[in-house]
C-alpha cells in the first residue's frame, strides 16, 4: 500500500428493523387484549440484553434499565385519554392539535418498583407519586398491605402502578416459596396492589401497570382478574422455574438495583 493510499473502510451495517417475527407471541399466543408490548427493535433487544448479561456493572445496569423504563412510562401515557386543543403557534398560525385529559399520577410498589419513579419524573414534570408496600404475611402465606401513601385526589386520577417484574399469581403455588422468590418473581403483590387501589375509589380501567418483563403465566391470571386494566411490559419471557424465577430473566431486578 502506497503512502497516499486511503486505509480500506468497512461499509456501514444497516440499520436495523425490528424482529420479523415477535418473540413476546411465541411465548404468549394471542396477547390478551388489555397488555402492549414495546416494539421489538434491534435497540431494544440490545438493552435487555445489556441489563440481562450477569456481567453488566451497577452503573451500566442503572443507566440501561432506566431508558427501558422511559420508553414503557412514553408507552403507558399513549394510552391516556386526550381531548382536543387549539393552540397559536409563534408564526401566528392556528394549529388543532391534542392534550391531556385529567390528572395522573403514580404509584411504586416497594422496594423494585421505587426504581422505576425516576423515569417516571423525567417524563412527567411535578408528576405526584405514591407509594405501597405489600410483603407475605407469615401467619397465611397471603400478601398483606404493610403500607401506602397515595395523593389525596387519587380516585380522580389516572395511575401509572410501577412494578419490574410480573410473574406467577397462582397463591397456592408461589406463597410456599421464600419471601425473595416472592418479591422477584410473583404478581401477588401487584394483584394486591390493584385491590387496594380499588379500594381507594380507583377504578380498574384507570390504573395502568407498567413493568420491564413479564412471565405470561402472571400475564393470563393477572389480566383474567382485571380484564379493564392495561398493562405495558416490554419483553415477555419463557416463564418460571421451578424456584418462581422468570427465565431468562434478569434475576433480583431489587438486588441489581441497590446492591443488597
Known sequence: MSSNSKPEVSPLAPPQPARPNNTNLAHLNPLPPSVFTLPQTAQLEALYTIIRDKETSRGDFLFYSDRIIRLLVEEGLNHLPVVARTVETPTGAVYNGVGFEGKICGVSILRAGEAMEAGLREVCRSV?????????????????????????????????????????????????????????????????????????G???????????????????????????????????????NDKAYIIPGLGDFGERRYCT
Open 128 to 200: 405526584r407519586i405514591g407509594k405501597i408496600l405489600i410483603q407475605r404475611d407469615e401467619e397465611t402465606t397471603l400478601p398483606k398491605l404493610f403500607y401506602s401513601k397515595f395523593p389525596q385526589d387519587i380516585a380522580s386520577r389516572y395511575v401509572l402502578l410501577l412494578d419490574p417484574m410480573l410473574g406467577k399469581l397462582s397463591i397456592s403455588q408461589m406463597f410456599r416459596q421464600q419471601a425473595d422468590a416472592f418479591s422477584v418473581a410473583t404478581g401477588g403483590s401487584a394483584m394486591k396492589a390493584v385491590e387496594v387501589l380499588m379500594e381507594h
Open 202 to 240: 380507583v377504578p380498574e380501567e384507570r390504573i395502568i401497570f407498567i413493568n420491564l418483563i413479564a412471565a405470561p403465566e402472571g400475564l393470563t391470571t393477572f389480566c383474567s382478574r382485571f380484564p379493564s386494566l392495561k398493562v405495558i411490559t416490554g419483553w415477555i419471557d419463557q416463564g418460571l
